[in-house]
């Protein structure tokens, strides 16, 4: 395994990302190579943890206009980039990646850090991975909420996402921070689309980005077992599980539908529609701010 490390340089002067870096070193099993984690932590050290978990092809940055608001109201704030993007360190291959090596991957990183009492906020490819933490380790979360995103099982991809996983199989181009302006329904600010760009300095950067489309387990996909011993986790869960999905998603649109009645904890919580596109984040984040409090508050008080 060759690990790529963006230089530090390709993040100065981002636009609204003031946030110190953190980081943590946990191991590769397959490789026995050192991979680097990198993570916002902002607000009491002590409080509640809300972990926000971003997806494909973005990081942390995306959350940059929630992360101050939920510390402001007393919690701890934690927003890792996934191995394969942001500041963490980027395996070069594609086949250095799989579902399963992110999982543990990011398993690591929470047990390094010894999370407890937390409240996941995920979108995306930062609710495959999150909720299959959750799974795994559920005595160490007391919520969840869950947006544009999902935990597939097997079955046929929907259109609009088998078209996006064969562009970035096929297309001799990926640039990133387009992908993201296209996800959106806000028109980002040419800073921003950069902001997005900045881990990537060029192709050798992105085989994490390239390979995730391809890793989401629908049909003949390996992990498919996997995703249902964790659906029978969820079809058990009781704790406060809260779906707020966006009016503009083609990829996830309907998606809430999957959870809500199957997993217990989704039964009389305020499911919401949040208004934008498949990034949310981006969209609406006072919405998304609303709902995360709304479960943090049930799951653990300041």
């Known amino acids: 395994m060759i690990v790529l490390r963006t230089p530090d ?12 870096p953190h980081y943590c070193e946990i191991g590769d099993r397959a490789s026995g190579k050192a991979l680097r984690i990198h993570y916002v932590d902002e607000g009491p050290r002590c409080a509640p943890v809300v972990l926000m978990m971003h997806g494909e092809p973005t990081w942390s940055y995306l959350y940059r206009r929630m992360i101050g608001p939920v510390a402001e109201a007393g919690y701890r704030v934690i927003a890792p980039d996934l191995v394969g993007f942001g500041k963490s360190d980027k395996p070069g291959a594609k086949s250095d990646y799989s579902y399963a090596a992110h999982v543990d991957w990011m398993r690591q990183w929470v047990e390094a850090l010894d999370l407890s009492n937390i409240t996941l906020a995920c979108q995306d490819w930062g609710s495959l991975v999150g909720l299959r933490l959750v799974a795994e380790m559920p005595a160490r979360f007391s919520g969840v909420v869950l947006s544009n995103g999902g935990l597939p099982e097997g079955g046929p ?28 329904k806000r028109t980002l600010s040419e800073a921003e689309i950069a902001a997005y760009d900045a881990p990537f300095p060029d192709a050798r950067y992105k085989a994490g980005a390239r390979i995730f489309p391809a890793l989401v387990p629908f049909e003949g996909n390996p992990a498919v077992p996997d995703q249902k011993r964790a659906w029978e986790v969820f079809e058990g869960w009781t704790k406060p599980f809260l779906c707020a999905f966006s009016d503009g998603d083609p990829i996830t649109r309907t998606g809430e539908t999957r959870f809500i009645g199957r997993v217990p904890g989704t039964l009389g919580a305020a499911h919401r529609t949040l208004s934008g596109g498949h990034f949310i984040q981006e969209d609406d984040p006072q919405g998304f701010v609303a709902a995360i409090l709304d479960v943090a508050r049930q799951g653990g008080t300041t």
């Open 9 to 20: 340089a390709a993040f100065a002067d981002l636009p609204d990302y003031p946030f110190a």
């Open 157 to 184: 991809a929907p259109r609009a996402f088998a078209i996006w996983r064969a562009f970035s199989k096929w297309s001799p181009f990926f640039p990133i921070g387009k992908i993201v302006a296209k996800g959106t």
